[in-house]
């Protein structure tokens, strides 16, 4: 009996093992051309893919894989005479960055992508040390955080425009409709700790007042009435707020609700079409926010929005810049490898990157965009909303002086 | 001092839900020693099933919430035949981990349904009644009322029937309640399904004022978890004072400190407690 069994034990390894084997040859699409005939350009995704951060994690991935999706079925991107399509490849981090970096390494050893996302700040400063060094990579960073410009990474575009760019004309904005008292609301993750941070210095810089931060965590707070009570104990003009859209819109619904009848100056973090699955329209009177990326002002913008909603559904929520964001830059990338005629080399890509962005064309283009400044920056023409009289109003945000376009 | 009443309110109707959550946790772990952290998916289920009510299936609130209570309440008695049955015996070391894995389990589970998405649930009462200078809404109200009437109605169950009377025999000595002839079996079912209820009824009336989404349970049950054992762990008043002296405490120290620490409070007055007194502000007894 006991002999018999340990047979059937060594048998039931084999069959493990040859499976695992015919498995691994299954996945195994590197380079090889996949079943409708494209050769398979593997893409690297690493971020939130569970936790709390999952919801934004997996809008990233909505955008990059339409984009793949695309390309595919509109028989693919040529290089070298041949034709490619993208393939995304996943690891999550759960938001955090000492995950981000060991998440790139398996990809790298799994599925050697040329090119990887990361969607946070955190995570994308991890791998500035690790993308230069073999296998080197390009890393697109989804990030509206300047500081990841600092360490002039040549392997590096960043996506997103900066938000250090928002303030100054939300504030042209408000200050004159509302009067000149700010009081401090945000989320206070590191990256609303950074927008409180710049907002206090250029209200006060106008000669305003800014009451003191009764930020509260927008991702663990259950009820923000006391936060918001406390807030408007200062009588303030205008509410500076943000963190992901939805509790966003329940600080609005609750200032709203205790009387205050203000602005709000809302953090990039949160989208107006987003929010206004909570709140009405009428409550986000006095908002300046960033503009809604379904109504975008620019020529690609209507197709793509239909285009998006022929794939995901008419009421599978509106499409934001997350999705719209990274859906144009993986366009980029497929792009420069065509200028660049190569899939697999991460510096001839990059230096592509630029001259893919101007010449997109128009169908595709979401963004009007400049090109890459020598951080590693794409830039493009940025609009702010200012919701006046129960409609968007669009308002141009300048580019920085300092951008140098190459 | 408006700004004192106005969060004195505001506390109040947060530390209701805040009790009626570690009111079924303390229940639970004072008759069967199980540190139930699953517990917080049923406040996180109880909300769901209000959305799927109030959004899917149509119907008055009051219908969402009773159907929670009873969806849950069955939840809450799967899980103890399910998995805390066959634990029976084994140290509470197994008991928390099974815990631990059912809480994820059923938060995984809420994902693979909903997503990861913020639902909001559409109000109901979407009044503000101003008084005094103190605005507060309808349905923070009714959080108020209706968590009063639940925790009156416990006090009813475990003190003046058979029921509750069996429940309290046996958080004070199972062996004992096992030799008058109780059914401990049967106790511990009655005891999951009540607790279930209970974070069925703190989840549906908190669901129209907050969002609704997959780990919404696991941020409150560590706050319970600190009620809990600031109320001493297994007392039933002490989970009640415990709840609103939490939420008085957070809203204050966010009022008067600053909001940022108003997080850190809870977990600091869980080390004083177990620092100057491990057994519980309250004295241990059902």
């Known amino acids: 009996m006991r002999r018999i069994r340990r047979r059937s034990g060594s048998a039931g390894r084999l069959v493990l093992l040859a499976s695992v084997v015919f498995l691994a040859g299954a996945c195994g699409g590197e380079g090889g051309a996949g079943e409708d005939g494209l050769e398979v350009v593997p893409i690297g995704f690493a971020g939130p893919l569970s936790g709390g951060a999952a919801y934004y994690g997996r809008n990233v991935l909505r955008g990059l894989q339409m984009a793949s999706d695309e390309i595919a079925e509109s028989g693919g991107f040529m290089v070298d005479g041949r034709a490619h399509r993208f393939e995304i490849v996943t690891a999550d981090d759960r938001y955090l ?25 955190g995570g994308i400063r991890a791998l500035q040390e690790i993308n230069l060094r073999e296998p080197k990579f390009l890393l697109l960073a989804y990030s509206s955080e300047p500081s990841i410009l600092e360490a002039q990474n040549p392997l590096m575009v960043m996506l997103p425009p900066r938000f250090d760019g928002y303030q100054e004309p939300f504030i042209d ?17 590191a990256y609303g700790r950074a927008w409180t941070e710049s907002v206090t210095a250029e209200w006060t810089s106008r000669g ?27 009588n303030p003009d205008v509410l500076f707020i943000g963190g992901p859209s939805q509790p966003t819109a329940l600080v609005i619904r609750a200032a709203r609700e205790q009387g205050f009848g203000g602005g709000f100056l809302i953090m990039d973090q949160a989208k107006f079409m987003e929010m206004l699955d909570i709140v009405s329209m009428e409550a986000l009177e006095g908002a300046v926010g960033v503009y809604p990326q379904s109504l975008y002002p620019t020529e690609g913008t209507p197709g793509w929005v239909a285009r998006y909603h022929e794939r995901f559904g008419q009421d599978f929520q509106v499409p934001t810049s997350e999705v719209a964001i990274n859906y144009q830059g993986l366009h980029l990338v497929a792009r420069a490898m065509e200028l660049a005629g190569t899939t697999t080399d991460p510096e001839a890509i990059r230096a592509r990157i630029g001259e893919a962005a101007r010449t997109m064309p128009d169908e ?17 023409a940025v609009f702010a909303a200012h919701v006046l009289n129960g409609e968007f109003i669009a308002v141009p945000i300048p580019v920085p002086a300092s951008t140098q376009l190459r | 001092m408006t700004l004192f009443a106005q969060q004195f309110v505001n506390g109040i109707a947060l530390g209701s839900v805040y009790a009626l959550v570690a009111l079924g946790l303390t229940l639970v772990y004072g008759v069967l020693k199980v540190p139930n952290f699953a517990h917080g998916a049923l406040y996180m289920a109880g909300a769901y099933v209000v959305y799927v009510m109030l959004t899917a299936v149509g119907g008055s609130y009051a219908l969402a919430i009773a159907v929670a209570v009873v969806v849950i309440a069955v939840m809450g008695a799967a899980m103890e035949f399910v998995v805390f049955r066959r634990l029976e015996g084994k140290s509470s070391v197994h008991a928390m981990i099974a815990a631990l894995g059912v809480l994820f389990f059923l938060e995984g589970t809420a994902d693979v349904i909903w997503g990861p998405d913020f639902r909001p649930v559409p109000t109901p009462l979407d009044g503000v009644v101003t008084a005094f200078g103190i605005n507060i809404t309808e349905q923070r109200i009714l959080v108020i009322v209706a968590a009063i009437v639940a925790m009156a109605g416990l006090y009813f169950l475990l003190k003046r029937t058979l029921v509750g009377m069996s429940i309290e025999a046996m958080a004070q000595d199972r062996e004992g309640a096992l030799l008058v002839g109780i059914d401990t079996r049967r106790v511990a079912l009655i005891t999951f399904a009540i607790s279930g209820a209970l974070a069925a009824i703190a989840g549906a009336l908190i669901a129209p004022l907050v969002l609704v989404f997959p780990t919404m ?12 054992i600031l109320g001493g762990m297994g007392s039933v008043p002490g989970a009640i004072l415990g ?11 966010g009022t008067y400190v600053a909001f940022a620490f108003s997080e850190l409070i809870a977990f600091a007055l869980l080390v004083l407690v177990l620092v100057f007194r491990p057994t519980g502000l309250f004295q241990k007894g059902v």
Do not use: W
């Open chain 1, 173 to 189: 904005v408000l200050m004159p409709r509302f009067g000149n008292r700010l009081a401090l609301l945000g989320t206070t993750t």
């Open chain 2, 243 to 253: 709840g609103y002296l939490l939420a008085l405490a957070e809203t204050m120290a």
């Open chain 1, 208 to 234: 305003g007042t800014v009451g003191r931060d009764h930020g509260v965590d927008y991702n663990t707070t259950t009820d923000f009435t006391g936060a918001v009570s406390r807030a408007l104990a200062d």
């Open chain 1, 364 to 380: 595709l283009r979401i963004f009007d965009m400049g090109g890459v400044t020598d951080a590693g920056h794409l830039t493009r």
């Open chain 1, 97 to 121: 960055p000492y995950e981000t970096s060991t998440a790139a390494r398996r990809l790298l050893q799994q599925n050697q992508p040329a090119v990887i996302l990361v969607p946070h700040a």
């Open chain 2, 217 to 228: 349970g696991a941020v409150i049950i560590l706050k319970a978890f600190v009620i809990v």
